[in-house]
């Protein structure tokens, strides 16, 4: 569980690229629980810029999609691995909506 969880980091950390900082949790229900929040957007003074997604797969998804809209929108010009997936991430945050739409999720987010 433990290399699991920071090989899981090591790798987030990795295709978030260099402004990122990613952690990794474990919830009290043992499920992962990943951070990403923006060391620039920190440093600067500004509110600091985080998104917490907890879940398997699905949640380290999430959480790197919003980092990634986060690099497009605020950072343009840097350069991450996970940018590459920008379309990718597009993509499934259309579906959420539309899923969000008809009601087949009950999601509630407080940082969207
Ligand atoms: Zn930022």
Not at 29 to 48: I, N
Not at 88 to 107: I, K
Request: with cysteine; net charge positive; glycine share 8%.
């Amino acid at each position: 569980m433990v290399a699991s969880r920071s090989a899981r980091e090591r790798k987030a950390a990795v295709e978030a690229g260099p402004l990122a900082r990613v952690k990794i949790d474990v919830g009290a229900d043992q499920q992962f629980v990943y951070k990403v929040s923006c060391s620039t957007c920190t440093a600067k003074g500004h509110r600091p810029w985080s998104t917490y997604r907890p879940g398997g797969d699905n949640g380290f998804m999430a959480a790197m999609d919003r980092w990634t809209f986060h690099l497009d929108a605020q950072h343009p010009g840097a350069e991450a691995p996970c940018l590459a997936y920008l379309p990718e991430a597009q993509r499934r945050l259309h579906e959420r909506r539309e899923q969000r739409e008809t009601g087949s999720t009950a999601e509630a987010r407080s940082d969207g």
